[in-house]
C-alpha cells in the first residue's frame, strides 16, 4: 500500500503535462477527468476514502 505521498507523487507521475479535456460527475461519489490523449482519471469517494484510478493511453489502469 502506497503512502499519501507516495499516491500523490504516481498520480503526478502519469499526468504531467496532460491537458484536461473535459471532467463529469457519472454517480453522485465519482468525478471523471478525461485529458486531450483520451487518459481518464476517475477519483470516487467514500465516507472514510478517496480511490483513484488512471487509465487510458499510459497502458493498461494504474489505480492509486
Known amino acids: 500500500m502506497l503512502t499519501l505521498e507516495e499516491?500523490?507523487?504516481?498520480?503526478?507521475?502519469?499526468?504531467?503535462?496532460?491537458?484536461?479535456k473535459r471532467i463529469h460527475r457519472q454517480r453522485s461519489t465519482e468525478l471523471a477527468i478525461e485529458f486531450m490523449d483520451q487518459t481518464r482519471l476517475f477519483v470516487d469517494w467514500k465516507t472514510t476514502e478517496i480511490e483513484m484510478s488512471v487509465a487510458g493511453s499510459i497502458g493498461e489502469e494504474k489505480a492509486v
Not at 7 to 20: C, D, F, P, S, T
Open 7 to 20: 499516491e500523490a507523487a504516481e498520480l503526478n507521475r502519469l499526468l504531467a503535462g496532460k491537458i484536461v
